[in-house]
T-cell receptor, first 113, second 115 residues
Framework: AQSVTQLDSHVSVSEGTPVLLRCNYS??????LFWYVQHPNKGLQLLLK??????LVKGINGFEAEFKKSETSFHLTKPSAHMSDAAEYFC???????????FGDGTTLTVKP | DAGVIQSPRHEVTEMGQEVTLRCKPI?????LFWYRQTMMRGLELLIY????????DSGMPEDRFSAKMPNASFSTLKIQPSEPRDSAVYFC?????????????FGPGTRLTVT
């Protein structure tokens, strides 16, 4: 069985300050982990993925995430928020060679000018 | 590749009418997923297919919903009869088992409004 918990439903930051979106996971196997972003009235876009090649994963638009097995976490960070980062972010876990993924409930990121 | 294609992008219908949503997955992908997203319930997995065969339809809300995948390049989600509570954005996504990691690629969604 697998599950994912996004620890914050809403995060608000000022433009130019760091972003931290938290995600914890549970999996019986070595998981694959993903972050997706959904801008208003748009579909979900793959931001980055962890596939065991490296614990620090870089994604698009300056985002990165670090896989910490001991903490079962996969937090998403960005050094400096931009107004265009305002969106909903989903953390996703899947078991390799399994078809279905488990989505978190999402975190809404607000960026204040 | 054009990505996952969904049609129509917007659908407005009256209660009781039949609604058919369409999806074309990315060529070569062997998994296809249908999701529903609402403010109240968030993102819900309705059903998914592997090699055109339904694997898990436990998320389908009731018998009014049905999904088919007649071939590798086309799937439909049908609601008959539709009800106002079916109003939502419906997403189709596809993935490729050969990638090992099964990342899903989403279409732009169909916004359904049932009046």
């Amino acid at each position: 069985a697998q599950s994912v918990t996004q620890l914050d439903s809403h995060v608000s930051v000022s433009e130019g300050t760091p972003v931290l979106l938290r995600c914890n996971y549970s999996s019986s196997y070595s998981p694959s982990l993903f972050w997706y972003v959904q801008h208003p009235n748009k579909g979900l876009q793959l931001l980055l993925k962890y596939t065991s090649a490296a614990t620090l994963v870089k994604g698009i638009n300056g985002f990165e995430a670090e896989f910490k097995k001991s903490e079962t976490s996969f937090h998403l960070t960005k050094p400096s928020a931009h107004m265009s980062d305002a969106a909903e972010y989903f953390c996703v876990v899947s078991v390799p060679n399994a078809g279905k993924s488990t989505f978190g409930d999402g975190t809404t990121l607000t960026v204040k000018p | 590749d054009a990505g996952v294609i969904q049609s129509p992008r917007h659908e407005v219908t009256e209660m009781g009418q039949e609604v058919t949503l369409r999806c074309k997955p990315i060529s070569g992908h062997d998994y296809l997923f249908w999701y529903r997203q609402t403010m109240m319930r968030g993102l819900e997995l309705l059903i998914y297919f592997n090699n055109n065969v339904p694997i898990d339809d436990s998320g389908m809300p009731e018998d009014r919903f049905s999904a088919k995948m007649p071939n590798a390049s086309f799937s439909t989600l049908k609601i008959q009869p539709s009800e106002p509570r079916d109003s939502a954005v419906y997403f189709c996504a596809s993935s490729f088992s050969g990638s090992h990691f099964y990342e899903q690629y989403f279409g732009p969604g169909t916004r359904l409004t049932v009046t």
